[in-house]
C-alpha cells in the first residue's frame, strides 16, 4: 500500500489497511506482493505528477512478476479514471473516493478473476467513523484524526469539492469514541484534519461546533496535545482562538492558511476574507496566546497576479515573520473557475516568485529557530535516530509531524511515544538540536 498525498489521504490509506487485514490480507513491505494498491493525490499538478509516476513505477514492478496485480484509488481515478483507464492499460483497477469500505471485496474480485469494469467511480459521499478499523502509520504516540471530509468553501482553485464532495462532519460522539480509544492505546497527540476544521458542525443540525468538540476532548485523560490543522481565517471564530488560549492541552500551534494578502486576489480566489481582517487576525492570535506558532500557506502566480501584488505578498512575509511558511506556484487546474480567468502567469514567473519568498523565510525561519536556544521544551519522541551522533527524533509543540522541522536528541534516554522535557541546544533553519533534562 503506498500512500501519496495529505494526512487525510493517508487516514483513507489506513483504513483500507485495516479492511484487508480483516479479510485475511498481510501488508507487505515491498512491491514483492499479490497487489499493489497506489493511493493518489490530484490537488496540484505537482501531486498528479507524482501519483503518475508512481503508477508508472509500480506497473513496471508488475511487468517485471514482483506483484500481480496493480490497482489505483484515490483522488486521481475520482477525477479522471475514465480518461487514466486507456492511457493505463497496466493498472487492473481504478476506484474512487467513496469506495473505500468495499476495498476488500475489490481486490478479492480481481484476484479471483478478470474485472469486467476496471473503473469504479461512485459518489465521494463516503465518511469513516469511530467504527471503521484503522492500522496506525503515524510514529507512536501520535495519530490523526479525521473529523470532516469534503468541502464547502468553494476556493476558485480548488477542485477538492468536485473530488471529496461537500463538507461533512463526524457526529461529535463518534470523533469522541475514536479519540477516546486512541488514547487508552498510548496515544498522546491527537492531530484533528479536515479541509477546514473551522467548519466542523455547520452542515448539521445537532449544534455541534469545533469549540464544543474540543472542551470535551480535553477533558481525556492520558492526552497531552490536541493539534489543529487547515483554519481558514475567514472562520476561525473568537470562541475558537479562546479555547486555543485557555486549554493547555491544545497546541499553541495553528495552520492558518492564508493564500495571499492582496484584496483582489484574495476576492477572485473567493477567500471570503479581506487583507485587513487577516491582519487583524494574526494580531488577535498573537496577542490572546503569546508564543503561538503560526503556520501558513501561500499562492503565488494566481491569474492578475501583477508584479505589484505580488510585491504586496512578500512585503507582508517579512513584516508578519510567520514560524513555518510554504508557497505553491498556482496550478491551472481544469474544471475549476480559476482556469478559464484571464491574466494566468508565465511558469518561469511563478517559479521565480516562490523562490523570492522562500528565500525570504530561510532567514526569517534561521533567526525565530536560533530564538529557541536555551529554551526547555517538552518533545514527543518519534524514533530512533539513524543518523551519527543522534539518539532520537521527535517533535516539540511548535512542529506539526511531515511538514515542519525535527527535534533531534543528541544526550538522555527515552522510548518512541514517550514526552520528555529537552533542553534546546542548538538549531538550523528547519531543525532543533537538544538533550533530554526530564524523562
Known sequence: ????????????????????????????????????VVNTCTFIREAQDESIETILEMAGAKKEGRCRRLVVTGCLPQRYGSELSPELPEV???????????IADFLENLLAEEPRERVHIGSPEYLYDHRTPRILTSPPGSMYLKITEGCSNLCSYCIIPTVRGRLRSRAPSSVWEEAKQAVSQGIKEIIL??????????????????????????????????????????HLTPEIIEGIAQEEKICKYLDLPIQHI???????????????????????????????????????????????????????????????????????????????MKGQVGEKTKARRQHQIMALQKEISRQKQKELR???????????AKAGGILWEGRTEGQAPEVDGLTLITKGEARPGEMVKVLITDSTVYDLYGEIIES
Request: net charge neutral; charged share 30%; with cysteine.
Open 193 to 234: 484534519i479536515g479541509q477546514d476544521i473551522t467548519q466542523y458542525g455547520r452542515d448539521r443540525s445537532d449544534g455541534a461546533d469545533l469549540v464544543t468538540l474540543l472542551r470535551r476532548l480535553v477533558s481525556l485523560d492520558g492526552l497531552r496535545w490536541i493539534r489543529l490543522l487547515y483554519a481558514h481565517p475567514a
Open 1 to 36: 500500500m503506498i500512500s501519496l498525498g495529505c494526512a487525510k489521504n493517508r487516514v483513507d490509506t489506513e483504513v483500507m489497511l485495516a479492511l484487508l487485514q480483516q479479510r485475511g490480507w498481510v501488508p507487505s513491505p515491498t512491491d514483492e506482493a499479490d497487489v499493489v
Open 262 to 340: 492582496d484584496d483582489r486576489i484574495l476576492q477572485a480566489m473567493n477567500r471570503k476574507v479581506t487583507e485587513r481582517e487577516i491582519r487583524a487576525l494574526i494580531d488577535r492570535l498573537r496577542e490572546r496566546i503569546p508564543g503561538i506558532v503560526l503556520r501558513t500557506t501561500l499562492m503565488v502566480g494566481f491569474p492578475g497576479e501583477t508584479e505589484k501584488s505580488f510585491q504586496k505578498l512578500l512585503g507582508f512575509v517579512k513584516e508578519t515573520r510567520f514560524d513555518r511558511l510554504g508557497v505553491f506556484a498556482y496550478s491551472r487546474e481544469e474544471g475549476t473557475p480559476a482556469a478559464g
Open 92 to 102: 487492473d483497477l481504478f476506484l474512487g473516493t467513496g469506495e473505500v469500505p468495499r
Open 374 to 384: 536555551g529554551a526547555q521544551l517538552q518533545v514527543l519522541i518519534e524514533r530512533p
